[in-house]
Each structure stands twice: as structure tokens, then as C-alpha cells.
């Protein structure tokens, strides 16, 4: 089993251009997630999808944009990037249980730099 | 509010000696906890996690932490540091009512000398 893979690993940009960063699991779960990391900061979630077919806001969603596209693929669009977007993405996903004791398992992330 | 916040944003050690990282919450509801373990340049690997059975729990790589309710405290604690625990730490915490949210303390970077 891969677990959660990523795409790209690295991906420079100029400011108004646009990417789309992939994910997918080979674990079978029903849930997904995107976040972003920044110095200090710990993790914050840009997106869910608690099950196919269902995406939600998470803390800090401004600017980006979230595809569920089957159970194991979850993309994560960014549509005119901007410098504060620079930081490293993560995407993770977990069974969802409902019981909120779920592991998440996280990709490698992808280091993305807007300049 | 639901929060949690690591005490520590650096902890340096020496190899050998015991490794304690302090962790707090705050909710009005029951907690779930975990531990994830970042290494340089790498995703989040889980260490640990509280689920509400027995409060000392026991992870990889010789860690446990202990689920204090009175203190609202998770600290993460090892006997004896290893270099290859150099990482960065974080504590983390969830709620039966998020639908599997994640809530990020700052993360504790945990340094090992020789």
C-alpha cells in the first residue's frame, strides 16, 4: 500500500496563475482532508470531505477550491495564487467512523512557493 | 472555545536523558488526543493517541502520554532520547461532534544533543 500520495512534491508559481495539487489513498477511507503548514502555526484544515460526494470548509478556505473527485482522489485548486499562499500542503484522510477517534494519515506534502 | 496549546515551541535534550513535551486543551466536551511525530521534510506519522479507555497510553518508539482530565493536560513523555527523535512534535485534538476535524497545537521542535 502507497497510503496517501501527492502531487506534485515541489511547485513554484507567480502571483494570478493557478494549480491544482493532487491526492489520492489506497486505504479504502471514506474521508479526506487538506491542509496547509506555516512556521509557528501547526496545521490548519482548508477543506474536508467527510464521505464521496461531500466537501466542507475548514479554517481557512479563502482562496482555494476542493474536488472530491471519487473515493480516492481529493484535489485541491488554487485559482489566481497569491504570495500568503506560499507554505506546505498537506492532505490526509482518516475512515470517519463518526465517533471522532479516527486516525488521520498524512501524505508527504507539497512545498509550494507563489512569488 | 476549543483549543490546544503546546507550552513549549523548542525543548532541547541530551541523548539519554528524558524527553517530557507539555501539552494542554481546552473544551467543554471530552477530548480525543493525539500525538503526531514530523521528521524534516516529511508528513505526519502518528505517535499516540487517547480515545477516552485507559489515560497512560503507550506509542511507538518507547513514548507514552498521560490524560489528565482534572489538569486538561496530555504531556508526551519519553524515558530515554534517542537522536533519531529529533523532530518536530505536535498535539493534537479532536471532538465526537467535528466530523473528524483536527485541531493543531503550535508543534514543540525537539532538539538531541550528543
Redesign the interface.
Known amino acids: 500500500n502507497a497510503g496517501?500520495t501527492q502531487t506534485p512534491k515541489f511547485q513554484v508559481l507567480k502571483t494570478g496563475q493557478s494549480m491544482t495539487l493532487q491526492c489520492a489513498q489506497d486505504m479504502n477511507h471514506n474521508?479526506m482532508?487538506w491542509y496547509r503548514q506555516d512556521p509557528?502555526?501547526?496545521?490548519?484544515?482548508i477543506y474536508?470531505s467527510?464521505s464521496e460526494g461531500t466537501t466542507?470548509k475548514?479554517e481557512v478556505p479563502n482562496g482555494y477550491n476542493v474536488s472530491r473527485l471519487n473515493k480516492r482522489e481529493f484535489s485541491l485548486r488554487l485559482e489566481s495564487a497569491a504570495p500568503s499562499q506560499t507554505s506546505v500542503y498537506?492532505c490526509?484522510s482518516?475512515e470517519?467512523s463518526?465517533?471522532?477517534?479516527?486516525?488521520?494519515?498524512?501524505?508527504?506534502?507539497t512545498r509550494l512557493t507563489v512569488l | 472555545a476549543q483549543s490546544v496549546t503546546q507550552l513549549d515551541?523548542h525543548v532541547s535534550v541530551s541523548e539519554g536523558t528524558p524527553v517530557l513535551l507539555r501539552c494542554n486543551y481546552s473544551s467543554s466536551y471530552s477530548p480525543?488526543l493525539?500525538w503526531?511525530v514530523q521528521h524534516p521534510?516529511?508528513?505526519?506519522?502518528?505517535l499516540l493517541?487517547y480515545?477516552s479507555a485507559a489515560t497512560l497510553v503507550k506509542g511507538i518508539n518507547g513514548f507514552e502520554a498521560e490524560f489528565k482530565k482534572s489538569e486538561t493536560s496530555f504531556h508526551l513523555t519519553k524515558p530515554s532520547a534517542h537522536m533519531s527523535d529529533a523532530a518536530e512534535y505536535?498535539c493534537v485534538v479532536?471532538?465526537?461532534?467535528?466530523?473528524?476535524?483536527?485541531i493543531?497545537?503550535?508543534?514543540t521542535e525537539l532538539s538531541v544533543k550528543p
Open positions: 496517501v474521508s482532508y509557528g502555526m501547526g496545521l490548519r484544515l474536508y467527510a466542507d475548514g498537506f490526509a482518516s470517519f463518526g465517533l471522532g477517534t479516527d486516525t488521520q494519515y498524512f501524505g508527504p506534502g | 515551541s480525543s493525539f503526531y521534510n516529511k508528513g505526519l506519522q502518528l493517541k480515545t505536535f479532536t471532538f465526537y461532534n467535528q466530523g473528524g476535524k483536527l493543531f497545537g503550535q508543534g
